[in-house]
């Protein structure tokens, strides 16, 4: 008699985890965007550190490579780590990027910055909302996106060299394409995953928004 009020209570149950989870990855995303932005525009309105930062090619370089490598190893590490360990990882993290990315504030006025992250905001918004609510599976998709990724880096790699303006229109139109899928892509994920998470397991939905 009470079975259906059971399975009710359940998928209830259930829809409130995968809620927080999500909650949770765009709350450390946008905390993860504000380190970034702050640590740039400390770096940019700070003489002495921009000169070490953006000055020397090797300490900037550096800083790429010690990012690449921290991503890789918070992705392999993040079931042994405790949330706190992530957490730090994770705005370690954010804050490099940021030290990296206020080279474009030499290169673009605050306008254009402002405008370009309006419009890819928008965007990725969209896409991470069809990935979320989307019964479609995308997983066939995955293989196809880091094909994708990868050509893109071949493809700038060899672009730095021989700076044709219509391979860089044209990376740029791919570039644009396989992230708007992968933010699709990666978002069921996502939910998948917060769709496995224990409920009650604080420490599992914090490693989980993390990743």
């Not at 000169?51 to 921290?70: H, M, P, Y």
């Not at 995955?142 to 700076?163: D, E, H, P």
């Amino acid at each position: 008699m009470n079975q259906p009020y059971r399975v009710m209570d359940t998928t209830r149950a259930r829809a409130e985890v995968v809620n927080a989870f999500m909650r949770g990855v765009y709350a450390w995303m946008c905390m993860g965007l504000g380190v970034t932005a702050l640590a740039a525009l400390f770096t940019i309105s700070t003489p002495a550190v921009a000169q070490v930062v953006l000055g020397n090619q090797i300490v900037f370089f550096g800083l790429i490579i010690g990012e690449l490598a921290l991503v890789v190893g918070l992705s392999a590490a993040i079931r042994r780590l405790s949330s706190g360990a992530a957490s730090g990882l994770f705005l370690l993290y954010s804050a490099l990027n940021g030290l990296t990315l206020s080279a474009i504030f030499l290169a673009y006025s605050q306008a254009a910055i402002f405008n370009a992250f309006v419009v890819s905001a928008g965007m990725f918004g969209a896409m991470s909302v069809y990935g979320l609510v989307t019964k479609k599976d995308l997983t066939s998709w995955g293989s196809f996106l880091f094909m994708g990724l990868i050509g893109i880096i071949i493809a700038s790699v060899v672009n730095i060299f021989t700076k044709s303006a219509a391979m860089d229109f044209v990376i740029s139109c791919v570039g644009v394409l396989v992230f708007l899928g992968l933010t699709a892509y990666d978002t069921q994920k996502l939910r998948v995953m917060g769709e496995t998470v224990p409920e009650g397991d604080a420490t599992a939905i914090r490693r989980g928004t993390i990743l």
